[in-house]
């Protein structure tokens, strides 16, 4: 519960709205009797115990349950038992299913919060069952998504795998909350009368693991990406206190697009662009700040000479309201000039680790191999002993490289044997990292040759905006303003920035088919499911192509075993200019270094010969007809 408010609300805002204390469930707390208490919590049975204990010892003067999901009716006789043997049934006011069982970070981007989601249905030894139970766990989140927005969605996904499951399994419970049997059809209500309706598109990892893997180019990517950046809040180091690693200490920054205007504006755009725009607007902050300074000295100095001088200034600069109002304005500013002052920091946090790492030149390296044009004496010296990248950096690289076009020919083989020959003198931990995450990659390499090739990077997309010359000129601009007008680190530094383009993906491509209805394309393939439709279980797309059919002007992305903010980003800058809502969803966010170890991790059961073999059996198993709850083949 803490979790889904924590984005949405900080304590002055609780505060605000009547909220004068909050504390974990399972914390010991003091009786307030006269003072009613509102529950946030999941229906689980520990927490449904410890709300019973509450009301037994008449802590509040009422309570007010609210589940996060659906309190199931087991638990909800176990409530009623609990309270009457304790005749405390009076203290329990009201009991709502909220169905919130998502954390939503921005407007249009929500996470499921579910770690290692792409272990829990790819992992050696998983059964059945648990498999089944993760894809519950997806649907009913979804289902939570789509009760909020109070919505019926047409539903699209691949056929086959997770994705086809989860989508049968969402389009049912959609279906049974619309008619009334479902026990949440109060939420759908607000959504009947609305003459377009939402797509839910619904996909899975493994139909793209690049993107999930690629190194990032965006602000709030690369602060994703290489800081320590969780629920919309980053840590950095600050040394401002003093040098050496005891004047260090960490400090918290909130980043929320709908009180920074800064972040709103410049997350989703080039590293080098937000740089620049943070000195632009930096220095006009100080430039009017300075201004209203002078301004005021300047009247308080005339007015002190003679009431007449004063009065002779504030005509001649307006009059009196506009000197006050000029004064009013000042603490905004100041307040903005923060802001940008916190994002000057992050922002030379972020230079030193991109000099550090020297992370443009594997941005490159990788957009490169993505378009067919891998340099593979540069690839080879980024997995050397002389590279300045992580081992993650390399294995990110190796992983990228070997699903591109460019590795067709097989000669991944030769870059994972000179990675292993440059770390042989290595500690044993780190050659077991290595080893782990080759393995990762290897089943990477066999779920991809089960699918269709990706398209290299270059393959247009409406809207998806400029390319690599564009991005060239970018960065020459950028370069030139900074020699010239920088200082500090991000001067120093600006010459290793090289991250200045972004292409459409898998993702990109396949929405801008489906809401186009274009031929030969996903639309004609993809499962069409619509909840207001019943007794048709074959998922076929209407046969009409896009004639008679209403143009999508919602849109929700849902990657299922994970997602980025890189693909996030990918999306919105995709469908920016193209009239559409286009919100992004995942099982959970995860940097690129997370993925690695679930792949590593993954690796790690697929050592053996036996285990290799398995996973092969996983990968058929995955092409086969999942779907509505009924198991596998």
Avoid at 486 to 492: K, P
Avoid at 554 to 573: A, D, H, W
Wanted: charged share 20%; with cysteine; glycine share 10%.
């Amino acid at each position: 519960g803490r979790d889904i408010i924590s984005p949405l609300l900080n304590v002055a805002q609780l505060r605000k709205n009547g909220v004068t204390l909050h504390m974990m469930i399972d914390q010991d707390r003091e009786p307030i009797p006269d003072v009613p208490a509102v529950y946030f919590c999941r229906p689980t049975p520990e927490n449904i115990s410890r709300i019973a204990q509450d009301c037994s010892q008449n802590l509040y003067s009422a309570v007010h349950l609210n589940f996060i999901s659906k309190l199931e009716r087991k638990l909800m006789e176990q409530l009623a038992r609990d309270v009457i043997a304790s005749s405390s049934a009076q203290v329990i006011a009201k009991v709502y299913d909220q169905y919130l069982d998502f954390v939503s970070l921005e407007p249009v981007l929500f996470t499921l919060n579910q770690p290692n989601s792409y272990l829990a249905y790819n992992g050696n030894g998983v059964t059945e069952d648990a498999i089944e139970g993760a894809m519950n766990r997806i649907s009913y989140g979804l289902f939570s998504v789509m009760a909020t927005l109070g919505s019926v969605p047409v539903i699209r996904a691949p056929r086959g795998g997770p994705s086809e499951m989860v989508a049968r399994q969402l389009n049912d419970l959609v279906g049974q909350a619309v008619s009334g049997s479902g026990g949440a059809s109060s939420f759908f209500e607000s959504g009947s009368g609305v003459a377009t309706r939402p797509l839910v598109v619904v996909l899975d990892r493994s139909l793209d693991f690049v993107t999930a893997l690629n190194h990032s180019c965006t602000y709030q990517a690369l602060v994703d990406d290489v800081l320590d950046y969780s629920m919309n809040r980053v840590h950095i180091v600050d040394d401002a206190a003093g040098a050496g690693a005891k004047g260090k200490k960490m400090k918290t920054y909130d980043l929320e697009v709908e009180t920074d205007s800064f972040w709103k504006g410049q997350a989703h755009r080039m590293f080098p662009e937000a740089v620049e725009a943070n000195r632009a607007e930096l220095d006009a902050c100080l430039e009017r700040e300075t201004e209203i300074k002078n301004r005021t000295t300047t009247d308080a100095g005339a007015e002190a000479a003679s009431s007449k001088g004063a009065a002779e200034a504030a005509d001649a600069g307006g009059g009196t309201s506009e000197l006050l109002a000029t004064v009013d304005s000042l603490p905004k500013l100041l307040e903005r000039k923060k802001k940008l002052e916190v994002h000057t920091k992050i922002l030379e946090a972020l230079m030193a680790v991109i000099k550090a790492r020297d992370l443009p030149t594997f941005f490159e390296a990788e957009d490169a191999a993505m378009s067919g044009n891998a340099n593979k004496p540069q690839l080879l010296e980024l997995v050397s002993s002389n590279s300045a990248g992580s081992i993650a950096d390399q294995l990110r690289l190796l992983a990228v490289y070997s699903l591109s076009p460019s590795a067709a020919d097989g000669s991944a083989t030769e870059l994972e044997e000179a990675l292993r020959a440059t770390h042989a003198e290595s500690p044993q931990p780190v050659k077991a990292e290595l080893e782990r995450g080759i393995e990762g990659i290897k089943h990477m390499r066999q779920i991809q040759s089960f699918q269709t090739p990706v398209v290299p990077n270059d393959a247009p997309v409406p809207g998806s905006g400029g390319g690599a010359g564009k991005g060239r000129e970018m960065l020459s601009g950028f370069l030139a303003n900074a020699r010239s007008q920088a200082t500090g680190l991000l001067a120093a530094a600006a010459d290793k920035v090289g991250l200045t383009k972004t292409d459409d993906n898998y993702v990109t491509r396949v929405v801008n088919n489906l809401c186009e209805f274009k031929p030969g394309s996903e639309d004609e393939t993809f499962l069409y499911l619509d909840p207001k439709v019943k007794g048709d279980g074959s998922g076929a797309a209407p046969g009409q192509g896009a004639k008679g059919r209403v143009p999508f002007r919602e849109v929700l992305v849902f990657m299922i075993g994970g997602g980025s903010y890189m693909e996030y980003q990918k999306i919105q800058s995709t469908f920016v200019d193209s009239g559409q809502q286009v919100t992004y969803g995942c099982t959970e966010l995860m940097t690129a270094e997370a993925f690695l170890k679930q792949l590593g991790k993954l690796g790690s059961s697929l050592l053996s010969t036996e285990a290799h073999e398995h996973a092969v059996w996983v990968i058929l198993d995955l092409r086969g007809p999942w779907g509505g709850g009924r198991g596998r083949v």
